[in-house]
């Protein structure tokens, strides 16, 4: 069980139209760490998530036309409870998701900054004038807000991918409709406990939780009331997502897998790129699109950066996430942990080594130790696919031109990092990799003020930054004449 400060933060009913919504049936949601229930939260059908889009369509007149002013004033509030809350809100987490107590804590920063930030930027939707071809017309140019969003996020940030998405459209004036994953509905409904605690109107915001993923997602993808539906997740589901909005012509924006490259060139400071490496794979126990995926490491520095990088590896601690010393909790099923072991397997038999990683390990299935492969090639399956587990694949390489090639032979183009000291090399190096986020001499690249998001099947759209809004706004141009 969970002991909150505030027990009302544990809310286990959908959020629509300002009320808590319960259903005939309801889903159990476990603890990642442990296997044990932590409560049961009703479950949602698709007629229910209608009522929902209903309350959004219905709220969108009062709440698109309050001046930006206003809306700041609420998302502000929001910002501040969830700010206040971190501690519960982080446990609730931990206990759902199974990152570190640590990590959880502050991805209730990291989702609050959003808040903030997007409360700010919403005061900030400029329009435009341009110069009309005749003296009688003016042309100006106005944004407005789409209208009705609806979002499905993941389950390997349950607070911050809906804050990312929430916060952007509301400040935009759009109303919102979410259907977080069912492994971590938890988060989410907390969330929507404090957004109304802020003085978010009825209907503004609403949270569907519901095991019937296709239904559901039927409805936030195909309702006609909806303008944009915005998603985090992979990019086969992805897929299927956008084409289900093609029968409506919804704006789309797709947050979807990566493949992220991480390059050491002969020239980087290498302890610094141990470090970067090891925060950006072992993150959330490597469970993020934008974990490093393959470590390209240059021939001069090959044996220096291995063996401190694996000593690194063999550091980190594997167990619960409420331990305060634990690095990386469980993943998220033992489904998840053994599609990763079956990379790692696969590897092997290839030819790769495995570096540290295999020591027994009296944790459960769903814990893996953190590993490292060594002698991995560019086209075994372990660097084709997006590995979400903490395993480093480490592939040698001789040259730039080489390296450059080898990183964009992937069909994904989410982030990308690379360790180098050579001026020249960075600005070479930064425009040749095709990917939408570039992390050089820095291992995490995410925060609310910068633009995230990808290119090729990494999806469209940025979430984050000025940029962020653009998803949520249509711009309308007016013609003036008879001047
Ligand atoms: C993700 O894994 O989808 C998001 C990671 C981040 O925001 O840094």
């Given amino acids: 069980m969970i002991a909150l400060e505030d027990s009302e933060l544990l809310r286990t009913f959908s959020y629509i139209n300002g009320s808590w919504h319960s259903s005939e049936k309801d889903i159990a949601v476990t603890n990642p760490a442990t296997g044990e229930e932590i409560a049961r939260v009703s479950d949602i059908t698709p007629a229910e998530t209608e009522l929902a889009v209903a309350a959004a369509k219905a709220a969108l007149p009062e709440w698109s036309t309050k001046s930006a002013n206003e809306r700041a004033a609420i998302l502000r509030k929001w910002f501040e409870l969830m700010m206040a809350n971190q501690m519960d809100l982080g446990q609730?987490?931990?206990?759902?998701?199974?990152?570190?107590?640590?990590?959880?804590?502050?991805?209730?920063?990291?989702?609050?900054?959003?808040?903030?930030?997007?409360?700010?930027?919403?005061?900030?939707?400029?329009?435009?004038?341009?110069?009309?071809?005749s003296k009688d017309k003016k042309i100006i140019v106005i944004k407005q807000p789409v209208g009705v969003v609806s979002a499905i996020t993941p389950w390997n940030f349950p607070n911050a991918m809906i804050a990312r998405k929430a916060a952007a459209a509301l400040a935009a004036g759009c109303t919102f409709v979410v259907r977080p994953a069912t492994q971590t509905p938890l988060s989410a409904l907390a969330m929507a406990e404090l957004a109304e605690r802020a003085g978010i109107p009825a209907g503004v915001f609403n949270v569907v939780v519901g095991s019937d993923a296709q239904g559901i997602g039927e409805v936030l993808t195909q309702h006609p009331d909806i303008a944009k539906f915005t998603f985090t997740g992979s990019t086969g589901v992805g897929k299927r997502l956008i084409a289900q909005c093609a029968t409506t012509v919804k704006k789309v924006s797709m947050e979807l897998g990566g493949n992220a490259p991480f390059i050491v060139f002969d020239d980087a400071d290498i302890d610094a790129a141990v470090q970067g490496a090891l925060v950006s794979k072992y993150r959330n126990a490597g469970q993020t699109c934008v974990c490093t995926n393959r470590i390209f490491v240059q021939k001069g520095v090959l044996k220096e950066f291995t063996e401190k990088f694996t000593k690194a590896v063999a550091n980190l601690k594997v167990g619960n996430g409420m331990d305060s010393d634990t690095d990386i909790g469980p993943l998220i099923s033992e489904k998840a942990a053994s599609d990763v072991k079956q990379l790692v397997v696969q590897s092997l038999e290839q030819g790769a080594s495995l570096l540290t990683g295999n020591t027994p390990s009296d944790h459960p299935e769903q814990f893996l130790n953190p590993m490292v492969l060594t002698d991995v090639t560019n086209d075994m399956p372990i660097a084709r696919n997006e590995i979400f587990g903490p395993v480093s694949p480490i592939i040698a390489f001789d040259d730039e031109q080489q390296v450059i090639a080898m990183a964009n032979d992937t069909e994904f183009g989410l982030a990308a990092y690379f360790y180098a000291r050579d001026i020249g090399r960075v600005w070479r190096v930064s425009e040749g990799l095709e990917y939408g986020m570039i992390g050089i001499n820095e291992g995490i690249v995410s925060n609310a003020a910068a633009p995230f998001g990808g290119v090729k099947q990494s999806g469209n759209g940025r979430e984050g930054s000025r940029y962020g809004l653009d998803d949520y706004l249509e711009i309308k141009y007016l013609c003036m004449g008879g001047l």
Avoid at 104 to 133: H, L, M, N, S, V
């Fill in 92 to 133: 609730i987490l931990t206990l759902e998701q199974g990152k570190p107590l640590v990590e959880a804590k502050g991805e209730i920063a990291y989702g609050a900054a959003f808040i903030e930030w997007f409360a700010e930027e919403g005061k900030r939707i400029y329009g435009d004038t341009i110069p009309a071809p």
